[in-house]
């Protein structure tokens, strides 16, 4: 075992320190498209509640649209995007999977504020803020990823 690591407070006493882990740009992006898919499930659990949404969806109305086969499978190819972008961040080359991040995490922040123009309740405008902070965070990292030179490790 390792000696433990403390640091002084203010009246120079030793407390512990908190270890400092270096997590590669690889889980950041994993971890922050598990987060978006989290949110984008939860506002829509969230959106049964709201008085009519269930009349409407036992009408075959999602918002102003016809739930019908089309509906169904563009919804279901727009949410695998962020499944699949959580095995891209962890599984493809590190030029590439920056590209993708960037990308997809630019096109997903134009879709949660076109959706959320037409909506004006105060849950709905919530988890889109959340989810572009989240979208944010993606680019961030993605676009910051640290290069490595082609003698060096390969992409963090």
């Not at 740009?25 to 994993?30: E, G, P, Q, S």
């Given at each position: 075992?390792?000696e433990?690591?403390?640091?002084?407070?203010?009246?120079?006493?030793?407390?512990?320190?908190?270890?400092?882990?270096?997590?590669s740009?690889?889980?950041?992006?994993?971890g922050?498209?598990?987060?978006?898919?989290?949110?984008?499930?939860?506002?829509?659990?969230?959106?049964?509640?709201?008085?009519?949404?269930?009349?409407?969806?036992?009408?075959?109305?999602?918002?102003?649209?016809?739930?019908?086969?089309?509906?169904?499978?563009?919804?279901?190819?727009?949410?695998?995007?962020?499944?699949?972008?959580?095995?891209?961040?962890?599984?493809?080359?590190?030029?590439?999977?920056?590209?993708?991040?960037?990308?997809?995490?630019?096109?997903?922040?134009?879709?949660?504020?076109?959706?959320?123009?037409?909506?004006?309740?105060?849950?709905?405008?919530?988890?889109?803020?959340?989810?572009?902070?989240?979208?944010?965070?993606?680019?961030?990292?993605?676009?910051?990823?640290?290069?490595?030179?082609?003698?060096?490790?390969?992409?963090?």
């Open positions: 075992m390792g433990k690591k403390s640091v002084k407070d203010r009246d120079g006493k030793a407390r512990p320190a908190f270890e400092e882990l270096k997590i740009a690889r889980v950041k992006l994993a922050l498209w598990g987060a978006v898919m989290f949110m984008y499930i939860y506002v829509d659990i969230i959106s049964f509640f709201k008085p009519g949404t269930i009349t409407d969806i036992l009408a075959g109305k999602a918002w102003i649209y016809d739930i019908d086969q089309t509906w169904l499978l563009l919804s279901l190819m727009l949410m695998t995007l962020p499944v699949i972008m959580v095995c891209v961040s962890l599984l493809v080359p590190a030029k590439m999977n920056r590209y993708a991040n960037i990308g997809l995490g630019a096109f997903h922040l134009m879709i949660a504020f076109g959706f959320a123009a037409g909506e004006i309740n105060a849950y709905y405008v919530f988890g889109t803020v959340v989810e572009a902070i989240i979208l944010v965070m993606i680019i961030w990292t993605a676009w910051k990823w640290p290069l490595v030179a082609r003698n060096g490790a390969a992409g963090n």
